[in-house]
């Protein structure tokens, strides 16, 4: 059955130092991944998706994330928050041969302090 | 300008009652969809339609009943509304079905609170 994880529930990081936020996911089919960002009380926005090619992915407001096939993650970065990054954050999985059905992990709060 | 809107934002009814959320996308979309985010933010899928076809019924109670007038626009009535039915519900929409590799626009969701 294919799943995602997201490892840390909270994470509490100070303005400017570097964050890495954890995802892995279980699939014995080829996937498509995705970060997504909610910010309090709003919808979800897409900050980057890995599809295929090159396993590092740049996506909005400075994030990045890699794509590690043999340890089935795809960690998201950023080498410098903002105050302005606190929300939550969701690891998503879509199967290439599938309806679109998205699986999310169960998010992982980011908590930037000053 | 709003590429996914749904109405209304907050919903808040008795237990028993019947309600409706409606969703509209402007972005000419073929699939729409379904989510609910429960209390500690997990994101569920519910249901997706393809051009006003369903293609996605998870393991809902079938209180729950989407409804597609036409591609830009899904509807989730749900019957007889029970405690645990209180999350808030996205709808979202992608560019095709069965493209696992599109993004999925997200509107900004209906806080649901059943009292």
New interface residues.
């Given amino acids: 059955a294919q799943s995602v994880t997201q490892l840390d529930s909270q994470v509490p990081v100070f303005e400017e130092a570097p964050v890495e936020l954890r995802c892995n996911y279980s699939s014995s089919v080829s996937v498509y991944l995705f970060w997504y960002v909610q910010y309090p009380n709003q919808g979800l926005q897409l900050l980057l998706k890995y599809l295929s090619g090159s396993t590092l992915v740049k996506g909005i407001n400075g994030f990045e994330a890699e794509f590690n096939k043999s340890q089935t993650s795809f960690h998201l970065r950023k080498p410098s928050v903002h105050i302005s990054d606190t929300a939550e954050y969701f690891c998503a999985v879509s199967f290439s041969s599938n309806t679109g059905k998205l699986i999310f992990g169960q998010g992982t709060t980011l908590q930037v302090k000053p | 300008d709003t590429a996914?809107s749904q109405t209304p934002k907050y919903l808040v009814t008795q237990m028993g009652n019947d309600k409706s959320i409606k969703c509209e996308q402007n972005l000419g979309h073929d699939?729409m969809?379904w989510y609910k985010q429960d209390s500690?933010?997990?994101?569920?899928?519910m249901f997706?339609y393809?051009n006003k076809e369903l293609?996605?019924n998870e393991t809902v109670p079938n209180r729950f009943s989407p409804k597609s007038p036409d591609k830009a626009h899904l509807n989730l009535h749900i019957n007889s509304l029970e405690l645990g039915d209180s999350a808030v519900y996205?709808c979202?929409s992608?560019l095709?079905?069965?493209?696992?590799?599109?993004?999925?626009?997200?509107?900004?969701?209906t806080r649901l609170t059943v009292l």
């Fill in positions: 996914v699939t969809y500690k933010k997990f994101l569920k899928i997706s393809n293609i996605i996205f979202a992608s095709q079905q069965g493209a696992g590799y599109n993004e999925q626009f997200f509107g900004p969701g």
